[in-house]
């Protein structure tokens, strides 16, 4: 597959045809994208808790890759994908104005804009387990001589 997430894509067929959104998901394994605010479906949720209700919830389905394009940030065109290596890795081009389509390889390529407009990086956030301190609660009752066995 030549999309990935968080790229923008045009959607070339069906429904949605002429419809450009970013790429949430891929699933590689069966050649589907999910694409922001293309293919809405309600899904009607029951409410499964206590405090949940019961409701009709709007969101993407996935639509299969062949049906979108990729859109290049710099022509601004929906294009197919050629290949290029830039600093001995593999990396997406475009085909109409041979731009670099990875975002990565994209960023190198201009520093200086790059420093301009740092990409928010989703902080991810390490859980902290919060060690358990062998805490061994320590009650009167260790000093409680054992009782007698057979008392039940
Ligand atoms: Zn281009």
Not at 1 to 10: I, P, S
Not at 74 to 88: E, I, L, M, N, S
Not at 125 to 145: D, I, L, V
Request: proline residues 3%.
């Amino acid at each position: 597959m030549n999309v990935k997430v968080n790229d923008t894509v045009l959607v070339i067929t069906g429904k949605y045809k002429g419809k450009q959104g970013k790429v949430l998901k891929t699933e590689p394994k069966t050649n589907r994208v999910i694409v922001e605010g293309v293919n809405l479906v309600h899904k009607h949720e029951k409410a499964r808790k206590a405090n949940d209700t019961s409701r009709i919830v709007t969101e993407e389905a996935p639509i299969d890759v062949s049906n979108v394009e990729l859109v290049c940030d710099k022509c601004g065109k929906a294009t197919r994908v050629g290949h290029a290596v830039v600093d001995g890795k593999r990396v997406r081009v475009c085909k109409k104005c041979g731009a670099v389509l990875d975002k990565a390889y994209a960023k190198k390529a201009k520093k200086a804009a790059a420093a301009e407009q740092k990409e928010e990086a989703p902080k991810k956030r390490t859980r902290k387990r919060t060690q358990k301190t062998s805490e061994t609660p320590e009650t009167a009752e260790t000093a409680a001589p054992a009782t007698e066995k057979g008392e039940e």
